[in-house]
Nanobody, 116 residues
Framework: QVQLVESGGGLVQAGGSLRLSCQASGGTFGTYIMGWFRQAPGKDRAFVAAITWNGGTTNYADTVKGRFTISRDSAKNTVYLQMTSLKPEDTAVYYC?????????WGQGTQVTVSS
């Protein structure tokens, strides 16, 4: 059973940085696409960034391009989201996602709050 555990959220001032981590277990992730999504209050869950586990190809939402960086450490089975130049509109619960052609897996989420 695949499990994803996020950490690293918190409260930060606008312009600050945070690094989120997603520890993955229970699967062989070589063919997975790992992603980060976020959900702000009253809004739908939205795509933030993704990375292919085996090749490291990345993709970003336009709203975070140039500010956020997704990466993975295969030896640690961990995916990271480095967030810089944070804005109040980045405030949301951030979820880690592991996707195959058959199904998606989700973590429990970690809160990121950016104060102005």
């Amino acid at each position: 059973q695949v499990q994803l555990v996020e950490s690293g959220g918190g409260l930060v001032q606008a312009g600050g940085s945070l690094r989120l981590s997603c520890q993955a277990s229970g699967g062989t992730f070589g063919t997975y696409i790992m992603g980060w999504f976020r959900q702000a209050p009253g809004k739908d869950r939205a795509f933030v960034a993704a990375i292919t586990w085996n090749g490291g190809t990345t993709n970003y939402a336009d709203t975070v391009k140039g500010r956020f960086t997704i990466s993975r450490d295969s030896a640690k089975n961990t995916v990271y989201l480095q967030m810089t130049s944070l804005k109040p509109e980045d405030t949301a619960v951030y979820y880690c996602n592991a996707a195959t052609t058959k199904r998606d897996y989700w973590g429990q989420g970690t809160q990121v709050t950016v104060s102005s």
